[in-house]
């Protein structure tokens, strides 16, 4: 759910040399296997936990329905451990690499609002999931894409730079670009989702960084807690949502996730299309498909119960579980491959670099 417990992210140049570790004391080597047992915890743990989740809300919907009214001080729990997770350097990179940042951000509110139309338009919704998926397209990037980011030895810091810079947009950008997709299917609330994702997001947000400046030693210490604490609430506003929808499930439940997983793979895959195209090295096409193709689906659901219908809350709560699992799915298959050659003008970076330094 964050980047805290992981090193600073890395290009291709400064991938580990075995060799760079001669002479070094064996600490470093006794890291690695406990850093892969780890990731593989976290890849196992995290879809398992939203999952299971979803089949209590399911299998036991008169206890996690009257519990709805709560789905948005947990989401205002999620923002505010992702603000803890944030420092003043995360906000920095934005500013040193801007364009990337940005490709990133223009990318994932531009492909996955309009292939949630796109999607909506293939299978033939009905209004109130339409609504659903189109609202998923259309909010911010997911703090869980940090995670399988680093997980998939992407650029974990470029992850965190864009969803930042997507989640500080989504005031605007997610009511919006909703209103204008989705607003002939059902009434757009514009001014009450604006204020709505203010409260929820962007406040806890900035309330999160601050009490990391001011405590910056004790969030420290419970850093490695924070992804898990952000996953437990996830699962938490995935159980009520699917308990609000468990009459509508059995009936629309196959539809909705064939229309979620058709969104979310095309997203990944654009997401890396386009930093392919851009020309960006392994580590960057490898955040960039996950900052795309992962989105804020607890913000979407949330919004979805208070502005909508329980239906139309449906598609974020299987997004939110179906995004886990082909996140984690990804990220071993990623981490498995070694990196590929970076592109020319990389090399020629590098070069220049080596030459200067010399």
Not at 333 to 358: C, I, N
Request: include cysteine.
């Amino acid at each position: 759910m964050s980047d805290s417990p992981t090193p600073p992210s890395s290009g291709p140049q400064q991938t580990p040399n075995p060799q760079s570790h001669v002479g070094q004391s064996s600490t470093s080597s006794t890291r690695k296997p406990r850093s892969d047992r780890s990731s593989i915890i976290a890849v196992t743990a995290l879809p398992v936990l939203v999952v299971l989740a979803g089949v209590l809300g399911f299998l036991s919907p008169d206890t996690f329905t009257p519990l709805a009214p709560t789905i948005t001080w947990s989401l205002g729990v999620v923002m505010f451990l992702m603000g803890l997770t944030l420092t003043l350097p995360d906000f920095a990179r934005i500013a040193k690499r801007p364009w990337i940042a940005a490709v990133g951000a223009i990318t994932q509110f531009i492909a996955m609002p309009l292939l949630g139309l796109l999607v909506v338009t293939l299978f033939n919704l009905p209004a109130e999931i339409a609504v659903g998926v189109i609202l998923v397209g259309c909010a911010p990037g997911g703090t869980a894409s940090n995670v399988v980011t680093y997980l998939a030895k992407g650029d974990t810091a470029l992850s965190v730079s864009i969803t930042t810079l997507s989640t500080l947009l989504a005031p605007v950008l997610t009511p919006l670009l909703t209103l204008w997709l989705a607003g002939s299917y059902m009434d757009v609330p514009f001014w009450s989702m604006f204020v709505s994702i203010c409260q929820t997001v962007l406040v806890p947000v900035i309330v999160g960084v601050l009490v990391r400046v001011v405590a910056s030693k004790l969030v420290d210490a419970i850093a490695p807690v924070l992804p898990w604490l952000a996953s437990v609430a996830i699962a938490y506003i995935v159980a009520i949502v699917v308990a609000g929808s468990a009459d509508s499930i059995a009936s629309a439940g196959l539809l909705v996730l064939l229309a979620v997983i058709t969104h979310n793979v095309l997203g990944l895959g654009i997401g890396y299309g386009v930093a392919t195209a851009c020309r960006l090295d392994t580590p960057t096409r490898r955040a960039l498909a996950f900052e795309v193709g992962l989105q804020n689906s607890g913000l979407a659901s949330t919004l979805a119960t208070t502005y909508f219908s329980p239906l139309a809350a449906l598609p974020g709560a299987v997004f939110s579980v179906w995004h886990n699992v082909s996140g984690a799915l990804l990220a071993s298959l990623f981490a498995r491959r070694p990196y590929g050659k970076p592109p020319r003008e990389q090399v020629a970076a590098d070069s220049r670099e080596q030459t200067a330094a010399l």
